[in-house]
C-alpha cells in the first residue's frame, strides 16, 4: 500500500517545518541537503544510533543504519540519520569512568529527545547496542510518543580460548585467578586476545542482552530481530523490515504508549526473570514506565520476578550465551511458553501491528534443544532475579539468584566507603570467608552515578571464594556479576540510608527465598546512629555528573531524572 494515500501531513509534527509558505526558509536548509520537493513533504524518520568507535557493541550500528533508511526510503518516507553517544560498561568498569554510565542513559534520551524536538521529525527507529544506550534509546521513545521502533544491534559471539568458549566474564574473573597466582600473565595475555572475537554487545544474558530481550517482550521491536547476533548477516533484513514497517505505524497512527502499558511492562519483566536476566533491568523498567506516566517500581518488579519461573539456560548462572538461544528458537521461542502457561499477557499491542499472540501464534517448540526449558518445567520455579527488603533496605534490594545454589547467607559486614577499597582488599584477599562485603556512597547521588561492581565481583570468583562471601551496594551490579550479590539498597548512603550506619562486624543477613536483608541492629540503634550521620562531600563539584547527581532519584524508581509522563502537559507527538 502507498502510504502517502493515508498519510495526513497535517497531523503530523513535521508540518511546522515543511509545510506552507512560512517554512520556505526551513525548506531551503533540506534543499542544501539534497533532497527533492517530494521527499520533504513525506514523512520525516529520525533513524537515531548510538554508533561510535568506544566499543564493538557499537561499531556495527551505522553500517545497521543504512539498511533502515532504505527500508523507510522504500515505504516512501524520508529518513534522517542521526547519531548519539554511549558509554561503555566494559571499558568503564572498575574506574573512575563507571560514574559516566547510568549518567550516559539520560543523556542518550534527552539527545534523541532534543533532536527529534528540534527538527520535527514524525517518527524514530531506533538502533543501540550498549547497557544503557537500549533502555535510553527506548525511554525517548516513550517521552517523545512517536511512532517509534527499537532495534538491537546484536550480541557479539563467543570466544575461544584452547577450545572452550570463552566471553568477557571470563575476562574479568581471570583478573581474579591472576591475582591469587591461577593464571600466568602469558595465558591473560592470550585470553584477552580471543575473548571478544567479532563486533556485538557482550555475549551472554548481561545487561544488553537482557534489555533486547525486554525490547521484544514489551512490543517495541520486531520479533527475532534482538536475537540476531551482530555479524549475522540476516541483521541488515531486520533493520530493512524496520524501515518499512515504521512507516506503517506512522499511517496507523501507532505510538509506544499504544505498546507499552502495565501489562507490557510486566511481560518484560517477566522475560528477564525467565531469562536469568540482569538485575539492572529492575532499575530501567521502572524509569521506561516513568517515561508513560505510569508506577511500576522495584517493588513492582520484584513481584512479577517472584512469580516466574527461569526456564532459559544462559550464562552467566547457565550455559549458553545469545547466539545460542537465537539459533534454537530466539526470543519469541521463550515468550512461546511464557505465553502458552499463563505467564505473559498475549493481549498486548506491539510495533507489528499485532498482538503478542498473535505474532507467537506460528512459533512451534522446538524439542532438539536445551537452552530455552518448558515454562511448566523449569530450570527453577521461582525467576533468576529476586527483589529484597528489611531494614537494612527499606527501600529494596535487587539479587540475581541464577546459577546460585545457597540463597540464604548470614555473616559479618566489612564495610568499604566506595568500590576501590574493596577491590584492593579483594585483591589482596584480605576478608575472610563468610565475610559480608558492604560497598556504600555509590548509589545515584552519592557516587555520583551508581557505579558498577563487576571488577570486584569477578575478582572473588577468580579466586574462588565467589559464593564463600556475600557482597551489598547501594551501587549496581553487571549482568555479567555471579555469587551472592545485592545492589540497588535504598535507601543509600549518601541520604543517610541504613547501609550508612551499619558497623565493622554488625552482622547481616541475606535470604533470597523469603526475599528479606536485614541487619541485626534495633530501631532504636539505628536511630541513634543516624542522629550521629553527616552527609559527605560530593567527590564531584561540576559538569555532567554534577548536573545527574543533582536531579536523579531513588534507584526504586529507576533513578530517574524529571518529572516523567505523569507531569507533561502536553506531548511532543501532538504539538
Request: negative net charge; charged residues 20%.
Amino acid at each position: 500500500m502507498d502510504v502517502r494515500t493515508i498519510i495526513d501531513k497535517r497531523n503530523l509534527p513535521s508540518r511546522h517545518v515543511t509545510e506552507g509558505p512560512s517554512r520556505a526558509p526551513h525548506r531551503s536548509y533540506l534543499y542544501a541537503m539534497g533532497l527533492t520537493r517530494e521527499q520533504i513533504h513525506q514523512p520525516l524518520v529520525g533513524v537515531a544510533s548510538c554508533w561510535n568507535e568506544a566499543a564493538p557493541c557499537n561499531i556495527s550500528l551505522m553500517r545497521q543504519a543504512q539498511a533502515v533508511k532504505k527500508g523507510v526510503a522504500s515505504a516512501n518516507g524520508t529518513p534522517r540519520e542521526f547519531c548519539t553517544i554511549t558509554v561503555t560498561d566494559g571499558i568503564a568498569m572498575g574506574h573512575d569512568g563507571m560514574k559516566a554510565s547510568l549518567a550516559s542513559r539520560e543523556v542518550i534520551a534527552d539527545s534523541v529527545e532534543l533532536t527529534i524536538r528540534g527538527h520535527a521529525y514524525d517518527a524514530l527507529v531506533g538502533l543501540a547496542g550498549c547497557d544503557k544506550s537500549l533502555p535510553g534509546m527506548m525511554m525517548a521513545m516513550l517521552r517523545l510518543n512517536v511512532p517509534s521502533i527499537f532495534i538491537y544491534g546484536g550480541s557479539i559471539l563467543p570466544g575461544s580460548f584452547r577450545g572452550q568458549p570463552v566471553t568477557v566474564q571470563d575476562m574479568f574473573e581471570a583478573v581474579g585467578k591472576h591475582s591469587v597466582g591461577l593464571m600466568s600473565d602469558e595465558d591473560l595475555d592470550e585470553l584477552e586476545q580471543v575473548a571478544c572475537p567479532s563486533a556485538g554487545a557482550c555475549g551472554a544474558q548481561f545487561t544488553a542482552n537482557t534489555m533486547a530481550t525486554v525490547s521484544e517482550a514489551i512490543g517495541l521491536a520486531l520479533p527475532y530481530s534482538a536475537g540476531a547476533p551482530a555479524p549475522y548477516e540476516i541483521r541488515d533484513r531486520f533493520c530493512m523490515a524496520a524501515g518499512e514497517q515504521i512507516m506503517d505505524l506512522v499511517a496507523r497512527n501507532i505510538r509506544p504508549r499504544d505498546i507499552v502499558t502495565l501489562k507490557a511492562l510486566e511481560n518484560a519483566a517477566t522475560v528477564v526473570a525467565a531469562s536469568g536476566g540482569s538485575t539492572n533491568a529492575a532499575l530501567h523498567l521502572p524509569a521506561m514506565a516513568h517515561e508513560a506516566g505510569i508506577k511500576f517500581d522495584l517493588f513492582d518488579v520484584a513481584e512479577i520476578f517472584k512469580r516466574t519461573p527461569y526456564i532459559a539456560d544462559l550464562k552467566p548462572g547457565g550455559r549458553y550465551v545469545a547466539k545460542d538461544m537465537f539459533e534454537a528458537g530466539g526470543i519469541p521461542l521463550l515468550m512461546k511458553t511464557l505465553l502458552d502457561h499463563g505467564f505473559l499477557h498475549g493481549d498486548c499491542l506491539t510495533v507489528t501491528g499485532r498482538t503478542i499472540a498473535e505474532n507467537l501464534a506460528s512459533v512451534k517448540w522446538n524439542p532438539h534443544q536445551d537452552v530455552v526449558r518448558p515454562a511448566n518445567d523449569p530450570i527453577s520455579v521461582t525467576g533468576g532475579v529476586v527483589g529484597l527488603q528489611g531494614n537494612l533496605a527499606p527501600e529494596g534490594a535487587i539479587v540475581k539468584v541464577a546459577g546460585l545454589k545457597n540463597q540464604k547467607f548470614t555473616g559479618p559486614a566489612r564495610c568499604f566507603d566506595g568500590e576501590e577499597a574493596c577491590f584492593e582488599a579483594v585483591t589482596h584477599r584480605a576478608y575472610e570467608e563468610g565475610d559480608v562485603l558492604v560497598i556504600r556512597y555509590e548509589g545515584p547521588k552519592g557516587g555520583p552515578g551508581m557505579r558498577e561492581m563487576l571488577s570486584t565481583t569477578a575478582a572473588l570468583y577468580g579466586q574462588g571464594a565467589g559464593d564463600k562471601v556475600a557482597l551489598i551496594t547501594d551501587g549496581r551490579f553487571s549482568g555479567a556479576t555471579r555469587g551472592f550479590c545485592i545492589g540497588h539498597v535504598g535507601p543509600e548512603a549518601a541520604v543517610g540510608g541504613p547501609i550508612g550506619l551499619i558497623r565493622d562486624g554488625d552482622i547481616i543477613t541475606i535470604d533470597a527465598i523469603e526475599g528479606t536483608l536485614d541487619v541485626a541492629l534495633s530501631d532504636e540503634e539505628l536511630a541513634a546512629r543516624r542522629a550521629e550521620w553527616k552527609p559527605r562531600p560530593s567527590p564531584v563539584g561540576s559538569g555532567a555528573i554534577w548536573k545527574f547527581a543533582q536531579a536523579v532519584g531513588p534507584a526504586r524508581d529507576g533513578a530517574v531524572t524529571h518529572p516523567g509522563g505523569a507531569a507533561e502537559t502536553a506531548c511532543y507527538a501532538d504539538v
